[in-house]
């Protein structure tokens, strides 16, 4: 009988990861090829917002290599634009295609700009949120004051500018600068926008959820707004909002709009578990994110007919 030779370990291993690695550059080989037909087949397209959200995925996933690092995020995907990058950027993409016919070039053209008007409005934001609340600053004051009134129109506080009466429109302390915390200036903004946009809603919210003796139903305005504008610049930066955003111009007023209503779905959230008292304020929250982050913002908005 012959004898049977037994194989080592390595010359296993060898040719397994030999047949690996070429199934790999096969691989690679494959996508660099279709990668441009896809790239193509995708500015040929139908034009929408989900085509600019796309295509600023695909860019920044597939073909990073092409571009200036400062121009790809990496999480969660996409591509980050100046006004002055659409040009230069347009070549590129083209150079990867492998055509420059009108239709294309045209396509892509209102893609990049979409996306650097995106990318303004992303940065626009970052910038207010990020600037404290400044006592100081006349603007600053000149918005706390006017919130002040349409808030509690005809009625002086008690005290003047540090006072116990902000409690009334549900802030936490004597001075409501304290209350802005990470969110900066731009909480004060949405806040301002809800009042001046949304009176009768903010009015009739601290009618029913913060007169006295009610403390059942009682949550804060103007707090629960401030953790309202969180929830929309973390999903801000998580992309979540994009192809609603494009739908709207990339409007920073856009934003407002679903601030406003993801407050309206706390309020139905907190009406509808009916609550022993403000502890669970956090329960429902998380509950009422999770609810809104299930529909997403064009359902969100629907629901509220916004």
């Known amino acids: 009988a012959t004898p049977v030779m037994a194989l080592s370990m390595d ?15 096969a ?33 920044a996933t597939k073909h990073a290599g092409k571009f200036d690092a400062r121009m790809i995020q990496r999480e969660p995907p996409g591509l980050v634009l100046n006004p002055s990058d659409v040009g230069e950027c347009c070549s590129r993409v083209e150079s990867i295609v492998g055509t420059s016919s009108p239709s294309i070039h045209d396509s892509l053209d209102r ?8 990318s303004k409005l992303k940065a626009h934001v970052e910038e207010l949120r990020s600037t404290p609340y400044d006592s100081a600053n ?45 969110m900066g200036f731009f909480a004060l903004l949405t806040l301002l926008h809800l009042a001046e946009h949304h009176g009768d809603f903010c009015r009739k919210h601290i009618e029913i959820y913060m007169k006295p003796g009610n403390e059942l139903r009682y949550y804060p305005f103007a707090i629960t707004s401030i953790n309202v504008t969180g929830w929309v610049i973390e999903q801000l930066r998580n992309g979540v ?31 509808r578990v009916n609550p022993k008292s403000v502890m669970e304020f956090s329960t429902i929250q998380r509950l009422s994110l999770q609810e809104a982050k299930a529909m997403g913002p064009r359902k969100l908005l629907k629901a509220y007919s916004l």
Not at 11 to 21: D, G, N
Not at 111 to 118: E, G, H, M, P, W
Not at 157 to 178: H, I
Not at 247 to 270: G, K, Q
Request: glycine share 6%; charged share 25%.
């Open 241 to 271: 909002f994009d192809e609603c955003l494009l739908e709207r111009n990339c409007h920073v007023d856009a934003l407002h709009t679903i601030h406003y209503a993801l407050f309206r779905h706390f309020s139905a959230t907190w009406d």
């Open 111 to 118: 893609c990049l700009n979409q996306i650097a008007d995106l």
């Open 27 to 59: 691989y690679r080989m494959l996508s660099e090829r279709s990668s441009p037909r896809e790239l193509a087949r995708l500015l040929r397209g139908s034009q929408s917002p989900l085509q600019t959200c796309n295509l600023s995925t695909m860019l």
């Open 11 to 25: 010359e296993y291993l060898v040719p397994a990861v030999v047949t690996v690695a070429a199934v790999v550059v």
């Open 138 to 182: 006349p603007t600053h004051e000149a918005g706390l004051e006017k919130l002040w009134t349409l808030l509690q129109p005809g009625r002086e506080r008690d005290g003047g500018r540090v006072s116990k009466d902000w409690a009334d429109v549900g802030f936490q302390g004597l001075d409501p600068a304290s209350d802005f915390r990470g």
